[in-house]
Structures are given as C-alpha cells and as structure tokens.
C-alpha cells in the first residue's frame, strides 16, 4: 500500500462532483480549497461556451484535467452511428478550445442489441475517429463501466475489455480511465492495472456506499465506503500513473450540502484515504 | 439458439416473485397457472414450519426445486463465521423437512474485509458445512451474484469464481445456480457455462430492465428486458442441464398487481422469451 497523500498537488474534481455550483462559482472554491486541477463537464462548459471557460480557466490556479463526456456510439441504425461519430468529433474540437488534453468516453450501450455487438461497433466508432483527435491533440480514454450500467450506459463493463480494445485499436491515441468505482469488485484488477501501463490517462475516485441507495448518484467520499482505493492507487502508481487524482461523485444527497464545505471534506478525505 | 418450450413441464417459480400470496394461496395459483415446480422462500414456509408445509406440498402437484436461501458467510469474527455455519446446518436440515432437494446459497459479502478474503472464508464454510448436507441428502448451490452486490450481498460476483470455488472444493454435494439477472453481462459467460457442465443444480430467469430503477427490487419478466435469455438457455442445455427452470422476479411494480393475472403474464413470457 502507497504512503499517504502529503499535499493536493494532484487533487483535481470533476466539476459534476460540485453539480449545483456554476463553474463561474466552482472555480474560486475549488482553489480556495486547495483542489490543483478540474474535470469539466459539458453540462458546466455550455452556459459560457469553451472559449470564454478557456479564459476563465487560465486566469485561475487550475489546470484542466479531461472533458466529459463523449462516447454512446453504438445504435441500430447506420445513421444514428454516423451522427454519435459526428458528435464525438464535435466533442474533440470542444476540449481542444478548452486545453482539455483528454475527452472522457462513456462508451454507450443500448438493450436493442448484443453486448458483443455493442463492443464492435464502439471499437469501429473509436477507430474512426482517431484521426481527428489527433489533429485536435486530444486523447481519448476509454472508460469501463461498472457492469450495472450495461443495459443502458456502457457495453464495456470490464478492464478486461477496454485493455483489449485499446490493444486492437493501437493508437497512442487511445487510452483508459480507471474509475475505482467501477472496478473495484473485479477479481483480475490488479493484473489489468498491470497490462494498462503507458495507457492510463485517468484515474477516478469515490467510493463505494454500503448499502448503495440508488444506482447513479449515491456515491459516497473517500473513506465512507468499502473499495480499497488506497491499494488501488498503488497498483495505478506501479503501472507508471503519477498524473491528476480526479475526484468524481455523484451524490444527491453530498449535493444538497453546502458544497464549500464539501469541498473541504472532499480535501480531508482525499488526504487520508486515497 | 433453442427452440421456444412447448409446455410448462419445466416452469418452476420462486415463492419471493409472487411476495404477497401467502404460501396457502401461492400453491393453488401456481397450479391454476400451469405452474409445475416451487422454490421455497423461508420467509413463505416460516408461518407454517417445514413440516406442515412438506405435507400441504406432497398434496399438491407441485414439484419442489429448492430452498431460498443459505449463506451469507463472512464476518470479521470467528463467533460470527461460526454461528453462521451453524445456521446453514438448520436450513439444510429445514430443505430434507421439506423435501428440497437443494439450497440455493448467497454467499454474502461485508464492507469489512476485503473480496478475496471473503471468498476464502466462504469456500471454508461451505467445505466445513458439505458433511452436514451430505448426511441429510440436499446439495448445495453458490450463485454468483452481480457485482453490484458485492458490497453487502455477495463476495462471489462471476460464474468464474464459482466454477472455481467448486472445482477447489471437489464435493459432488456443491454445485452453481445461475441466474441470468446476475451474469447477463460477463463476456466470458458461454465458456464458463460449459465449464459449469455436471454442477449445474439450477437456473434462474426474469429479465433487466431499462433503465433499472431499483437495484433490489425492479427485476422484469422476461422479454421486458435486454437479458438475452434463451440464447442463455441454449447455453445451459448444452451443458447438459435440463431440470426446471424458476422464474425468480423481485420487482415493486410486479408485486403490486394482481398475482393471479400475474402467473398468467409469467406463463405467457416463459412460453414466448425463455
């Protein structure tokens, strides 16, 4: 297991993390709060548009981490595919006006269709836009979902997989996110932590309450629940990860607290159990 | 893919989908519906004990597949793991009352401790329990349950770990139930299907539904989801298991309606999606 975290020089939150604050109101917090580093989200970005964020985000101590979210590639119609590619390329441009090095990708499932199907269909979308995000200097990370958002969020449910489709793909391009919340019951987790070394491009943290409420947003802070997020960072610190620790929560019930507090709580738990 | 079943010859129910229906009022629904076999909740024969319940059942025409449920094994302390066994020891001896000839086994899962120690806990006291099922004549089956439930229900999330739990254990008294609800997902399912080929004692159907609203209770009936169950099926005959099939729905929705016209929808999907 890794020493504690001394200090937040790799602290970044994910602006859905702090949802009801306008991000013209989450950047001073975050910085009074000692967070080095901020994930956007598109829902956060939209009110002032990527340029006018851009701006707001080079005047402030942050630096931006990744943009989320692209990805929801697979449908059954061939033009439905050909849109969400269109939209994903649309999402490039965003990140790249805003300095987002990396875009975030939920890769999407639909009940419509097979499973493996879905997978196929994400690996052709990713492949095919591959080289506009190059152009844009923007990677892609590939995130699995935990396997309860299979039906409708995510047809890559493992490490396991996303490794593989990385390694089809053979971009340098192309790489993963880790989120402990979706991984953390995976009994090969440590050997795909492994295997994912040189492509890891995020890594998410929460933690996992027990017992969970609802399926999308009872996350719960560090330390208040049972994924073993300090072991993990230390496989993901093995496998060569030393960037940005991104704490991403959705919570009702955290965003019905005052969320500069919050922010604090987020800060001691960062310090003492990730 | 199999072809569509022709008859109920197969169609078993677990008391927990028809929740309200006293056990009294279930056995005649089941009938009334063309239902052949019944799964036992304990909560449903704890009103009338084991023994009144085996009588009211030999009188009917209904078949009795399992006992619902045994397990939850892991704890922090020995006193606790062991009157754990202890109790597992009484409902093995409530299934021979009853005639049972398996108990379906949730293997359970505390915030406590990590996966991997849960699961040698929980092959130790499945191992130490085998002699008791034995001398009493009732199998037992571990169900991998999904990884959603591996916070607070189950230690053992893939067909994987069980295949392996069993292989490790080496008892012809300990099988797997698989229930398509908790590995719908799992890409490695066909080929852990097959390896499951001799220690199949049961398997469950109902369907997931988009989106989930509940992760407890919002099951649907087949067809009503994106579950690919007859392919499934096809699957689980292959490997050579061919005894009832138990529709085992948890669902608010469902429970709220009339039982009777819901038997009658179960029949209907069975016929059509199983």
Not at 27 to 54: D, F, M
Not at 239 to 244: M, T
Request: proline content about 5%; hydrophobic content about 40%.
């Amino acid at each position: 297991m890794p020493d504690q975290l001394t200090d937040t020089s790799r602290l970044c939150v994910h602006t859905m993390t702090t949802k009801p604050l306008d991000l013209k109101e989450a950047i001073p917090a975050y910085e009074a709060a000692g967070v080095k580093g901020i994930t956007l989200w598109r829902e956060h970005v939209e009110p002032y548009g990527p340029k006018e964020v851009a701006k707001m985000l080079k005047d402030s101590g942050l630096k931006t981490v990744s943009l989320c979210r692209g990805g929801f590639f697979p449908a059954t119609a061939g033009m439905a595919r050909e849109q969400a590619r269109t939209d994903n390329r649309k999402i490039i441009d965003e990140a790249a006006e805003l300095g987002a090095p990396v875009v975030v990708l939920v890769c999407g499932a639909i009940p419509d269709l097979d499973l493996k199907t879905q997978r196929q269909q994400i690996a052709e979308a990713i492949h095919a836009i591959v080289p506009h995000a190059k152009g844009a200097g923007v990677k892609l990370a590939i995130e699995p979902l935990h396997p309860m958002y299979a039906g409708d969020r995510s047809a890559v449910t493992t490490m396991d997989q996303a490794n593989n489709m990385i390694l089809q793909l053979g971009s340098e391009q192309v790489g993963i996110a880790i989120d402990v919340y979706h991984v953390w019951w995976d009994h090969f987790l440590k050997a795909e932590i492994e295997r994912a070394t040189g492509t890891i491009m995020a890594f998410h943290v929460c933690d996992w309450r027990v017992p969970t409420r609802d399926m999308l947003n009872d996350r719960a802070v560090m330390g208040n629940g049972c994924i073993p997020i300090n072991e993990i960072r230390g496989w993901v610190e093995k496998a060569g990860f030393h960037g940005f620790i991104e704490v991403e929560i959705f919570s009702d019930e955290l965003w019905a607290m005052d969320q500069e507090r919050y922010l604090k709580r987020i800060k001691n738990a960062y310090l003492k159990h990730v």
